[in-house]
T-cell receptor
């Protein structure tokens, strides 16, 4: 399968803590993206990291990519209740993983 | 700039009927992709259109079809609806495709219920 697979499937943390989600994939990729989805709504693009990049930052988000291990991680620092959502990685533009459901408790 | 719009937002159909969903991409975006999202299967790619041509296709039966018009607006059609077609159908637009690919912008989705 070309799909990314996220780990863990669900994560519950307190506001202010950091949240780390991992994504593994099976085939070679040109890029990998992370998206957020609030319940029952469309997805919002967070970060795109290309295969020749190892790390990328955007505000409180940090994404790493290890092509040798075929894995990526998304770190959300100083989480807020508003970060509660499902997070998906996507490989090669079209193939989305099953998502990590993040719950940030106020 | 207006975002991706999808119509209708909610739809109820019965088995055997057909349905057409519409997607208007962000102005200037030439790539439109369609996805089906269900609790059991997650987000699954249906197809992508770029400049009126289907460039990529997911693993769905022929009952699922689509097209793109010269103004980049896209429609998808599902014929002979089955109960399992109940899902949130998401449309996304992008400036490029393949090697030109950048982020996708998603619409709010059409919630289809098949009774």
């Amino acid at each position: 399968s070309q799909q990314g697979e996220e780990d863990p499937q669900a994560l519950s943390i307190q506001e202010g803590e950091n949240a780390t989600m991992n994504c593994s994939y099976k085939t070679s990729i040109n890029n990998l993206q992370w998206y957020r989805q609030n319940s029952g709504r469309g997805l919002v693009h967070l970060i795109l990291i290309r295969s020749n990049e190892r790390e990328k930052h955007s505000g409180r988000l940090r994404v790493t990519l290890d092509t040798s291990k075929k894995s990526s991680s998304l770190l959300i620092t100083a989480s807020r209740a508003a970060d509660t959502a499902s997070y998906f990685c996507a490989t090669e533009q079209f193939y989305f993983g099953s998502g990590t459901k993040l719950n940030v408790k106020p | 700039k207006a975002g991706v719009t999808q119509t209708p937002r909610y739809l109820i159909k019965t088995r055997g009927q057909q349905v057409t969903l519409s997607c208007s991409p962000i102005s200037g975006h030439r790539s439109v992709s369609w996805y089906q999202q269900t609790p059991g299967q997650g987000l699954q790619f249906l197809f992508e259109y770029f400049s009126e041509t289907q460039r990529n296709k997911g693993n769905f039966p022929g009952r699922f079809s689509g097209r793109q018009f010269s103004n980049s607006r896209s429609e998808m059609n599902v014929s002979t609806l089955e109960l399992g077609d109940s899902a949130l159908y998401l449309c996304a637009s992008s400036t490029g495709t393949g090697a030109l690919y950048n982020e996708q912008f998603f619409g709010p989705g059409t919630r289809l219920t098949v009774l």
